[in-house]
């Protein structure tokens, strides 16, 4: 019983912790606005562009690949998309 439970821990505390709130208000929040309203994600575009977009810049979008870590801009796409 106390070997399972070890393990569950162990599992917990490797899990990366998730910083996309953070990372949204500190990069993003000046030209999206709190809730994405000023410059929304386009509807149109896969997950695989949304990505691609933050981590190459687009437009006048700097890119942020320089910031992010593995993961961190797929994490930040899902956050974005689930507070507007």
């Not at 505390?13 to 998730?18: I, K, L, R, S």
């Not at 896969?46 to 801009?73: F, S």
């Amino acid at each position: 019983m106390i070997f399972l439970f070890v393990l569950a821990m162990t599992a917990i505390a490797e899990e990366p912790e998730d910083k996309s709130a953070k990372i949204y208000s500190s990069y993003c929040v000046n030209c999206h606005g709190e809730r994405v309203e000023k410059i929304p994600l386009n509807a149109d575009s896969t997950l695989e562009q949304k990505v691609k977009a933050i981590n190459l810049g687009v437009d006048n979008m700097p890119p942020y690949n320089w910031i992010l870590g593995e993961g961190e801009a797929e994490k930040l796409v899902k956050y974005m998309e689930g507070i507007k």
